[in-house]
């Protein structure tokens, strides 16, 4: 069992920066990635960013490059997703996610989940 948990989310003007943190405990893998995904009102979850923890390779989607950095803390078991020159289509649910192996940028490959942490961009 893993257990994840997101915080950093809050309300931000458009062209502000957010920065999340998802804190890994319990029994996670020898070689895992972790993802970032988030959900609209309305919309499907959707791939942001993942990382491999040991290689420290990272995928991001199109919509998010060059404005969001994945990075880690092995030390902490946490995984941060910076966000910078936020818009108002970035609102959404923000959830991360653990997988054995590589990363992935399908929902269902991910074997657990945190609860989600709120993202809000005003413009």
């Known amino acids: 069992q893993v257990q994840l948990v997101e915080s950093g989310g809050g309300l931000v003007q458009a062209g502000g920066s957010l920065r999340l943190s998802c804190a890994a405990s319990?029994?996670?893998?020898?070689?895992?990635?972790m993802g970032w995904f988030r959900q609209a009102p309305g919309a499907e979850r959707e791939f942001v960013a993942t990382?491999?923890?040991?290689?420290?390779?990272?995928f991001y989607a199109d919509s998010v490059k060059g404005r969001f950095t994945i990075s880690k803390d092995n030390a902490k078991n946490t995984v941060y997703l910076q966000m910078n020159s936020l818009k108002p289509e970035d609102t959404a649910v923000y959830y991360c996610?653990?997988?054995?192996?590589?990363?992935?940028?399908?929902?269902?490959?991910?074997?657990?989940w945190g609860q989600g942490t709120q993202v809000t961009v005003s413009s």
């Open positions: 319990g029994q996670t893998y020898n070689n895992y990635a």
């Open positions: 996610a653990v997988k054995r192996s590589i990363g992935s940028v399908t929902t269902r490959a991910y074997d657990y």
């Open positions: 990382i491999t923890w040991n290689a420290g390779r990272t």
